[in-house]
């Protein structure tokens, strides 16, 4: 096993560690785990068994695999930042709803002059 095939075999186990890691501590949600776990187990396949991309990259009529891997991995994070922008429309989506929700909520509700006390019952008017 070469130097490089070993740099990606720890690469890959280091990642898959990590973020199981974050996972766990609920810095990472589950879904997003998971792309990387499935990262971090590519790493591991192609730093286990180098000569797969070799021979993908043959299938492929690919004349120098290397390219095969960064084609690949351009593709992969482009697909990935899609759906990042993908989820922070969503997100904003909803936090428009909810604010115009709230503002909706506000206006419906008669405005209070005095503050009210701690522990005495709500005033009715």
């Known amino acids: 096993m070469k130097s490089y095939h070993l740099t990606v075999l720890v690469i890959g186990i280091g990642l898959a560690v990590a973020i199981l890691y974050l996972v766990r501590r609920d810095h990472l949600y589950i879904r997003q785990g998971v ?10 396949l192609l730093g286990s068994w180098p000569q797969l991309i070799d021979r993908v990259a043959d299938v492929l009529e690919v004349a120098y695999a290397p390219t095969l891997l960064f084609l690949a991995a351009l593709v992969v994070l482009v697909v990935k930042a899609l759906f990042g922008d993908i989820a922070l429309t969503r997100l904003r989506r909803d936090l428009r709803r909810l604010n115009q929700r709230i503002a909706l909520l506000e206006t419906e509700q008669p405005q209070r002059t005095e503050p009210e006390e701690i522990g005495s019952p709500p005033a009715r008017g």
Not at 36 to 42: K, M, R, S, V
Request: hydrophobic residues 80%; aromatic residues 20%; without cysteine.
């Open 35 to 44: 792309f990387w776990i499935l990262i971090a187990a590519g790493s591991l």
